[in-house]
């Protein structure tokens, strides 16, 4: 399973950004997806996360009401949709596929290569 994130990018404070993820290699619509994120000097974070048809998601609390996480089995794509970004939201977010994982990162079966996000203030 491959999978290749993009769309991060720099911006401003309060500005949205996209991100897409698309797989790979076997049946997208297997894995639950999720997004975490790395900043500099941190641990790796869950951001969000959507079961394999859509009808579960879950947000780390920071992200609830600004962060939106989606899926479009179709094209075998996660998106991370984020609004009213934060300097704090910078870092490298990362794609992730699990077979019956949720929001920990230990439980992810395989990753993509992360795209960075950074916000000036």
């Known amino acids: 399973v491959q999978l290749q994130a993009f769309g991060g990018g720099l911006v401003q404070a309060g500005a949205s950004l996209r991100l897409s993820c698309v797989v790979s290699?076997?049946?997208?619509?297997?894995?639950?997806m999720g997004w975490f994120r790395q900043a500099p000097g941190k641990e790796r974070e869950f951001v969000a996360v959507?079961?394999?048809?859509?009808?579960?998601?879950s947000y780390a609390d920071s992200m609830k009401g600004r962060f939106t996480i989606s899926r479009d089995n179709a094209k075998n794509a996660v998106y991370l949709q984020m609004s009213s970004l934060k300097p704090e939201d910078t870092a490298v977010y990362y794609c992730?596929?699990?077979?019956?994982?949720?929001?920990?990162?230990?439980?992810?079966?395989?990753w993509g290569q992360g795209t960075l996000v950074t916000v000036s203030s």
């Open positions: 992730a596929a699990a077979n019956w994982g949720w929001n920990s990162k230990t439980s992810y079966d395989y």
């Open positions: 290699g076997r049946t997208f619509s297997r894995y639950n």
């Open positions: 959507i079961s394999r048809s859509g009808d579960r998601i």
